[in-house]
């Protein structure tokens, strides 16, 4: 552990990796809270997915990667959204065919810039290489992220929990839905130097869902849910660093303990706290 | 006495299929009116169609004679209790608290005043000592108060609520039609989708009774005689009928 913080006073780029990934810690720990919330966790998956064709689009055009990225991951949702109102198929499978396909045309765009290491990169992140201008993009990204949820969380509280009663009093909820995709969008483009594409989904749902077993409050859900993305962030970049793992990867496990942590040990809703309460029960019968 | 709510000649429909044809129908202001009907004779289409909710075929609805968009906060809607999502992290009285936001409009919290008024209304469905509990730790009658104190926070002129007494206790029934019968007499207009015929004399005034058509529409009374109730409710049973007459 001293030998970690040691070195984060030494070498720049561990103060941008912890940065960063603190960073996304916390925006994806907010987003993540609207997603699972409103059942989107394979949307999530799906959104992530899609950003492989625009971020290969970008390097080809020589444009910021930002703006492809979300222009296909809106598009995508776009078009599920599209498929699913106008046939009898389903939202989760329209979202299968729409996501895989994307991914694919991404693959086979970036293959055909012959290089694969730019792939590895995108798809599974590597947060000790992040550069300045990255960590910037993040920052902005986060604040964006942010002053829009604080901005509109009555907003966003009130057609997550009864999308009725906003469409009736005269709330866009279709305008909301895709805004929320929007900065889902934003929030993997940020992820991407840190867990990358495949793993965005992890640091969505993850720290999200351990936060939704802690607390009744939505608003204390979201400190909870980014105080525990940030929390594995600095765990998987600790074991990252010190053990010479791939980064998005230890983020990723070090968030999965923390759920299970969360699942076990919960007040009111942990295995542990459910186990008592029923030999507790048991006791009070039999005496 | 003013119109609250005018259907002119309402058609619906769900992918082909015909949820409501050729509804018309005028609701006074000040009454309490029930609709009944069969299973799937579009008693919530109807609803929600009124809302808005749901595209119309063809057809007019007025309320307070404007249009919906135009009086969208001044209509409250409880929905049916299947439709919340029960383990959503939100406590009673943040619930109720929703009910300020329509007039508050976007980029503004509610303040302590809103939430003075939030509680006042969770008191009038007897539910404050509950404020802090999440919401799915109620029963579905105490769910159901809390959602009705929800729509008091809305102070709107007219309420829609679909079928409030499903899966509650006496008490919180007792509770809920009292309630509904104040608002009434204040002369608020509120329209109940229901589905129980034997309590519908004692609780409503009018009754909108409904089969995909508008089978009638009137006083208590005179919809709820038998030969009238048949029209609705046999075309149901029909095809049965006709094979017990064969055999």
Known sequence: MINFIDALMYYGFLQKALTTSIMVGVICGVIGCFIILRGMALMGD???????????????????????????????????????????????????IMFTAAF????????LMKSSTDLYHILFGNVL?????????????????????????????VSSFDST????????????????????TLVTVASLQTVGIVLVVAMLITPAAAAYLLTNRLWVMLY?????????????????????????????L?????????????????????????????????? | MKTAIAVKELYVSYFGSEALKNVSFTVEEGKLVGIIGPNGAGKS?????LLNLIQKEKGEVAILGKTIKEMRTKVAYVPQRSSIDWDFPITVFDTVLLGTYPKLGVFKRPKKIDKAFAYECLEKVGMTEFRNRQIGELSGGQQQRVFLARALAQEPEIYLLDEPFVGVDVTSEETIILILKQLRDLGKTVV??????????????????????????GVVEKVIQPEVLEKAYNIQFSPLTNLEAKA
């Open chain 1, 46 to 96: 799906a959104i992530s997915h899609a950003v492989l064709p625009g971020v290969a689009l970008s390097y080809m055009l020589g444009i910021n990667f930002f703006f492809g990225a979300v222009f296909t991951g809106v598009l995508t949702s776009l078009g599920i959204g599209f498929i699913s109102q106008n046939s009898r198929i389903k939202n989760d499978v329209s979202i299968g």
């Open chain 1, 104 to 111: 694919a045309s991404g693959i086979i765009m970036i293959t």
């Open chain 1, 129 to 157: 290489a992040v550069r300045p201008s990255e960590m910037w993009s993040t920052l902005l990204i986060g604040i964006f992220v942010i002053v829009c949820v604080y901005a509109f969380y009555k907003e966003l509280l």
């Open chain 1, 165 to 184: 009663m906003a469409a009736a009093y005269g709330l866009p909820t279709r305008v909301i839905h895709y805004f929320l995709m929007t900065l889902l």
């Open chain 1, 224 to 252: 909870l849910s980014a105080g525990i993305g940030v929390l594995s962030s600095i765990l998987g970049l600790y074991f990252s660093y010190t053990y010479n793992l791939a980064s998005g990867a230890a983020i990723v």
């Open chain 1, 254 to 287: 070090a968030a999965t303990v923390l759920f299970i942590l969360a699942f076990v040990f919960s007040p009111k809703k942990g295995l542990v706290w459910r186990a008592i309460k029923n030999i507790r029960k048991r006791e009070m019968l039999s005496r």
């Open chain 2, 45 to 49: 289409t109807l609803l929600k169609a």
């Open chain 2, 192 to 217: 109940v989708v229901h589905h129980d015929l034997r309590k519908a004399k004692e609780y409503f005034n009018e009754l909108i009774l409904l089969n995909k058509e508008l089978i009638d529409f």
